[in-house]
């Protein structure tokens, strides 16, 4: 694994904890870390349960005991990581966004699938797709239970930067993150849409805007130095704080889509709603065991939306875990992702979201960024 | 009073209990009743509890026992009763959307000045200003409790038309009602988001749709026949289903709108979220003594949306009615208006909203269109 | 009608809207309004919409032009007036608890028994039984939706004596209110859960409760001196200010009942919950338009919780209101009550709520009592 | 660690994960795992990550490199286990309810207090105490934000055996569960009252019932034959389904308390609701994730439940995790337990909720089959 932040955490929380509940046909071994600081690297591996630690990526790579290489590093370096580790013949499962420019995304796809001609795997770990209850909702529109779809919904609200003396972290710099907002929880609401619903956007109308334009500098919780940070020295953010977009779905919905981190109060709110000719779904990540589905075929006196609790045994994952109304929490789905490509990997099939995958959501984004710079001009995703 | 169906009823509640429950300083009489039919009227007078009936609203205008002239009828004829019931020196109450067109709203609000200076009043019926949890909004945005705006979503989902077989009812034709559910719902969110953020909007890009292009002929329930409704005939539906846009305020936040009667399972969602750099506000109809407040100025660890239930003596409207927690309905914001109508009348002050708020909106719409025209390119409301 | 304060501007509002809404075979006219004081009846009778005045009941129940004698006073007058006026061949509709003993309740029930042998009819005023969504859960489990009933848990939570400064009203003296939380609101959730359940509760084990045993005289809001109120005065508290009691229905299933004025943040929380072996149903007068309904035949991947916004055509009285959505308040519950009163007058049938219904939850509210004052003890309701 | 079916498996996961969260002064390993059947031990052993495997508790005891004994099985074995553990030296984290009968808990507690005595720890798995949002409720309590409190009213509710056709498993039969909703569930409803009010129960009014007296037999699922399962044999159910009783707090509040299994609907719905005189808490663990409380200290206009998502770095145990709305889920509740109690042993104190907080809901649950079986009389707990 590459990286030990955030993302390295849960990650390895996934990999340690998939084989109790789930029947693996590959068991992990959580061999090698690497991160940039040895010191730091391997205070992170003891705690975390790797066997050994590499200052290098690329000796990480090179490593016979790694089969599978898991990328929680910032986008910027997804590309060069990924590709090398593909070429190498490892297994990745790359974090998300895919990468921070189309171009990169591009020459990542190509080598995913150059990759896979070679029964090598790749997988984008857009892990919200794995919370029981989008699987479910994923299905129900699958099987038909919304009829034609006609409206979605969806929105990523945090509220960590509201406070304009929140410092100028990683992720509100360009040159590292890509984008702000958009890019880093925008991508996810994107996925998710077109996920659940099966369909892909066609085109968006956009705006973006930066409310704060100038915070402290800070050493970055990464270890990434976010400059000189002198007492009272401020930089710039180079990244959008909201993004807003509308769309068409290929199927003929309307979408309307914000990322934000600026909504105050809202902490994950990962949200989605869906209205189609048979029924509707609403979800929220802050209450991640919840689906809300009503079912318009039922008599108008009767129907409403009901909450189903996503933890039964016939729900997505829910069953390798505990009884009903037990529920899970935020790490479980990066378990199921890691269960889920180890099932790939053995089955020799290609796992779910692809590179490609991860590519067409950088496209969508590409897109917003173009409508936001043209008065929203319509602009087709292509 | 002219009109009397859906919002004749709700504006005869009104008048008919605005006394009971509010000290004001006019006592109304529900004189007349204006209807083309005569015999319909007269049913309807009966029920509603008026004193006599007109065919003719030229004659109810004419009439010197008629000092108020509320205008229920739909959007194409507001224009010409209003102006003739102003210029005749009858202070008008006249139903949302105050025209159907920019150019009548723009008579329609000079009406109304040259009408003010004679001491004679105009109000715009945009009732939803006058939900008690409404008005608290834009209570706690005024006394600044949300510190600066960024972000407002508006919605309102309803889905009485999403079954196809729907009829062609005068609000699906453009000639009756000017637009869909832009200017009948659309309209509603666009005046609240500007009443509680006591903000314009300057810009919008947008998107419509119309989902069913045909549907069955039909008698229109207020008595319009839409044609000739043979068996099996249809007709074009020529109103927008939906639109969505997003705008900026003048405040600088971004806002997102979304009209639509194709929600399955949202019967009358006018929702509504703030959020500002210390707090945020939620709100929906279908929930209405209910306002979601987060109070950003507290401790992380004690902070969250509250549900305060408007229905406090200090609340606006509230103290009138029942004690706490005994809730109010759809018909109350009616009354309210009402009361605010003759309080202002006998003041000799402007009631708000005016007729020139309403042009405000009908502009908003005006632009809404304009850019859904014009491949969703960034508009200004002028 | 009798009594003009709370519940006499309630009774006055339906009477005043009953004809709007529904088609009634008798069109009501309100006459006289009875209260001691005459200025402040006159002052009543003129915001409220009588046309004349009484200061003495008596003489209200003599008048030719009343038929119907409504009683909105509390609980020690309610046999006296009620007797008095069916024996004069008035229909009686009277506010609850019936009265405040069981011996008057018997008094008052074979008094109703007696009239309607002449066609008399009478009515006690449990309003929360034509909340729209309160009568659509008896619907469902009417028609066995919910199959056995296991389960029933009903409170009515209000905290508006839950600050020890809060003065000593009339419904804080026994001599007046006959108990405290236990009669006033407790017996609105007795006669609910039977009502809804087609059940009767057959025993009780019961615990209440004064937490604040003295409290600052004050004048009553409703005219009743409590007192010789000099400042710093105070008085005892004479009733419960909580009640708890658990019992059986008759039909097999447990139940749980708690009655409160010091349940801070909740206002006015008539809620219940049904469990049965088929399905369950939540209800909370705070959102009095929603009704929840668990369909357990449903699969379990399928099934929660659903909100059903009792607003449609189909819904219990919702149709002769707004469209779906729009909800309704607290009043409407009278207004259909006087409806359904004025049909079954009509008709020529016996209104429900019966006084034998209020007799009956009379003798849960002593069985109650008796059980309180007997170390909870298992009491039987007879 | 004893037991391995579902309590197994969540301890494990607790084992495991500890380290990686939050650091913790002593690094578990995972010794020894132990179960009656060998193979399935060893199979246990390996998914969940054990090393080595005795089929004799009594081997693992004697065991030298066993320092902790987390004991899993059901009540019937606890005592035996534990006492025999903590005489060896070995510190124990047992299972609740502590025991199956109080002679048995007392024993537990006395061994437990002469293990102390000698530096050997241990602890009774009331994990609920540990749900970050009850902790807090607890806090809030502690620092006195409610005030004097009056109402606890707590319900246990799930639906698992609603089914007259789910079998006889082991937790249905009184030989070896001790009881049945009332020690399973019931139990943790007392201890989580106890432990946010920091009050004990003195007294009880109490019913209890079982629905369904005859069930098919089965198979345990842990392993325990329930009896020589016949083609369409039944058993008895020996164990009450459902349990209410009502008591009071030693500060002088009112509870109400009520567990079953027959709640269709409700999965694992522990919820409890708490009113102070300066406020109030609502908790759901189905929305584990969110405390709700209402001060009442801040004006009645802008007062309301406010929903506190519980995850904040100054929450309990929220910030070892994820950033503020990333959701926890039920296993968490045993990493804080197991945290908790290895840094008791490290420090040398006595964790809690000891064995004598076992003991002491244990007592209540004794005192409430008691009264039930006595008339509903009210039981002091002793």
């Known amino acids: 694994m590459v990286g ?7 990650h390895s929380q996934a990999w340690r904890s998939v084989r109790a509940f789930f029947d693996v046909p590959i068991t992990p071994v959580m061999a090698v870390l690497s991160g940039r600081s040895e010191e730091r690297t391997a205070a992170a591996a003891a705690d975390l349960g790797w ?15 790694v089969q599978i290489v898991d990328i929680c590093t910032p986008g910027d370096s997804h590309a060069e990581i990924a590709i090398a580790a593909l070429d190498a013949g490892k297994h990745v499962l790359c974090e998300k966004p895919l ?6 995304a591009e020459a990542m796809a190509v080598a995913a699938e150059r990759a896979a001609r070679r029964g090598v795997r790749s997988m984008v770990a857009f892990n919200y797709r794995r919370v ?9 529109v699958a099987e038909g239970r919304l009829g034609e779809l006609r409206h979605v919904r969806a ?7 509201a406070d304009p003396e929140f410092p100028l972290v990683w992720r509100l710099r360009k040159d ?9 929880i925008g991508s996810h609401i994107v996925d998710t849409a077109q996920f659940v619903t099966g369909q892909t956007l066609t085109g968006v109308s956009a705006l973006t805007e930066t409310f704060v334009r100038q915070r402290p500098l800070a050493e970055d919780s990464a270890g990434l130095a976010a400059g000189a940070a002198g007492a009272g020295e401020t930089g710039e953010v180079t990244v959008d704080d909201a993004a807003l977009f509308m769309g068409r779905l290929s199927g003929g919905a309307l979408a309307s889509f914000e990322a934000t981190r600026f909504a105050t109060g809202r902490k994950n709110a990962m949200r989605f709603e869906i209205n189609g000719s048979l029924g509707s779904l609403a979800f929220d990540f802050e209450s991640l065991n919840e689906l809300w ?14 909450r189903i609790l996503v933890t039964e045994p016939g729900h997505p994952y829910a069953g390798a875990w505990w009884p009903p109304g037990h529920g899970l ?14 099932e790939a990997i053995a089955a020799g099939t290609d796992p779910s979201p692809s590179f490609a995958d991860g590519l067409r959501v950088q496209r969508v984004l590409a897109a917003v960024e173009r409508s936001a710079a043209d008065q929203s001009r319509w602009t087709p995703v292509q």
Chains 1, 2, 3, 4 share one sequence.
């Open 155 to 161: 929105q990523y609200l945090q509220d960590w930067i």
């Open 4 to 10: 030990y932040a955030f993302m390295g955490r849960v």
């Open 176 to 184: 590292k993150a890509g984008s702000g907002a958009l890019g880093d």
């Open 329 to 342: 929490g935020y790490e479980h789905t990066f378990t199921h992702e890691v269960k889920d490509f180890l």
């Open 99 to 104: 990468a921070n420019t189309v171009a990169e």
């Open 293 to 306: 589905f009503h079912d318009h075929t039922l008599p108008a006196e009767d129907a409403g939306f009901r």
């Open 51 to 65: 066997a050994a630690v590499e200052t290098d990526w690329k000796e990480l790579i090179r490593r016979d005991d």
């Open 132 to 140: 029981p209850a989008v699987a479910l909702a994923q299905r129900l």
